[in-house]
């Protein structure tokens, strides 16, 4: 940037490529005795709101004497600022800002945010719905997002600080929390973290921030962080002390620090009465830990017959079938995972009616063929409906990797086997490494906390 106005805008028209990129567009305009420029991205401004401010522009007759007077005295759109930092200037440019020229303003430039995004309606999420309570969910334009907090939580001490991430797709970042009641050290460490990543881009949203943030150890397969995309459960999680990262282009939000324990709350058990809230949640625990532990004991039980009581001996098969039991249930795995995979990329209008008839004929030809027997395909379906009991795909996957560890373990050392893979499984939870490696993943269980702990289990009436 120089005091030459021709050279400035030359300098833009180069560094933007005007010539190459056909929805990068400069206008020129003539403001009394003056010239004002301004480029844009088509498609990201407000047509509107921009055909106004030319129209205002062209009736001036004179033109202000320096970018400050312009922008105190004779610029009637709300949100604009001036810089004379040429990579704030491009990089506001190819967020969708407009950047505005002037044969009087010197070596700066003025920033108009008249930025609109393509965003698609704020519907209830599809993996988190409730029966009773606002239908509104977070969607990929972060303004958005924001606000649907804001709208929620009208207090001063919510702070939302940007942070721009990304050497190539300078992604808007934002960490929210409460100033007066978050841990004012994990807010500092979760700012330094995001100022000092150096990715090229965040590709993959959430999913790229959150593998440059936390090191995470490749064998312990339990999420480290909590995403929701409803703005309740956000404001909700805020106004507890957590701090929340939302995402341009991405419609969760992630809440740290996180424990096991947090995934087994849900939505729903606040919008309905204690009494009903506590029966819910007894059922999500319960349905949790049969996901992992039902089909390693029915295993065992088969494998010694003798450790079974006789009034269980109904569920244990006395025809195990033509392939061993252990086969059976790691082929049930697989195919569970890969109708799972096949009713994603199915049309919406098919995916349900293939799912059904899919499963239904898959488990009736495998049975006359032999390859599994009824007791499998039954306990493997109560698997895969229970995984619908909490929305985390990351932590019902963890409940599949270590479901198959028990199994296996089983298989090959019995009764052992399954201590052993009991203990591991305890190991993985405590050493499971939260945010920034202070907060126990078992908290309120370690550190211990009576109130807390009892809340995971009893849906308290709460103070209004």
């Known amino acids: 940037m120089t005091e030459n106005y021709a050279d400035n805008v030359k300098y833009f028209e180069r560094k933007l490529r005007v010539s190459e990129n056909f929805d990068i567009l400069k206008k020129v305009l003539k403001v009394g005795d003056g010239e004002v420029t301004l480029f844009y991205i088509d498609g990201l401004i407000k047509d509107g709101a921009m055909q106004k401010l030319f129209i205002y522009l062209l009736s001036l007759q004179k033109m202000p004497k320096d970018v400050t007077t312009f922008l105190e005295k004779n610029m009637p759109y709300v949100e604009c600022d001036v810089t004379d930092n040429e990579e704030t200037m491009l990089q506001m440019v190819l967020s969708g800002a407009t950047l505005l020229l002037g044969s009087t303003f010197g070596k700066s430039g003025m920033i108009i945010d008249a930025r609109t995004y393509p965003a698609r309606e704020t ?10 309570g606002p239908r509104d969910g977070f969607v990929e334009t972060l303004i958005f997002n924001t606000a649907l907090i804001r709208r929620r939580i009208r207090d001063v ?3 939302m600080q940007y942070h721009a991430v990304g ?19 994990l807010v500092k460490y979760i700012t330094d973290k995001i100022k000092s990543l150096k990715p090229d881009a965040l590709t993959m949203g959430h999913q790229s921030l959150a593998e440059t943030m936390i090191k995470s150890r490749w064998y312990n397969p339990f999420p480290k962080i909590r995403y929701t995309e409803r703005p309740d459960t956000t404001a909700a999680h805020l106004l507890e002390g957590s701090v929340v990262v ?14 096991i324990f947090t995934f087994l709350q849900e939505t729903n058990d606040f919008y309905l009465p204690p009494l009903t809230g506590t029966y819910l949640r007894a059922v ?3 349905v949790f830990w049969l996901t992992l532990f039902l ?4 295993f065992l039980g088969i494998v010694n017959p003798e450790l079974v009581p006789q009034w269980l001996a109904f569920a244990f098969p006395t025809d195990k079938g033509e392939l061993p039991i252990y086969l059976q249930l790691l082929l049930a795995e697989f195919v569970i995972d890969g109708l799972r995979m096949a009713s994603m990329n199915t049309p919406d209008m098919l995916a349900n009616s293939l799912s059904v008839v899919g499963g239904l004929i898959l ?6 063929a032999g390859w599994l027997i009824p007791e499998v395909i039954l306990y493997m379906a109560f698997v895969a409906i229970a995984n619908f009991t909490q929305t985390s795909f990351e932590l019902g996957y963890a409940l599949k990797f270590l479901r198959i560890l028990l199994l296996t373990l089983t298989a090959f050392f019995n009764i052992w086997g399954f201590g052993i893979g009991v203990v591991l499984i305890l190991i993985l939870i405590v050493t499971n490494r939260t945010v920034n490696g202070r907060h126990s993943y078992l908290y309120p269980l370690i550190p211990f906390s009576g109130r807390a702990l009892l809340s995971l289990f009893v849906r308290r009436k709460k103070r209004y």
């Open 157 to 159: 001490t919510l702070t």
């Open 295 to 298: 089909t390693p004991l029915w």
């Open 284 to 286: 999500r625990h319960v």
């Open 123 to 132: 519907a209830e999420p599809e993996n988190d719905r409730v029966m009773r």
């Open 363 to 368: 488990g009736e030809f495998a049975v006359g």
């Open 246 to 259: 939302l995402l341009d282009t991405s419609p969760s939000a992630m809440i740290l620090p996180t424990s």
């Open 167 to 185: 050497q190539s797709s300078k992604s808007d970042v934002v960490v929210a929390y409460m100033s007066d009641r978050a841990d004012p050290k």
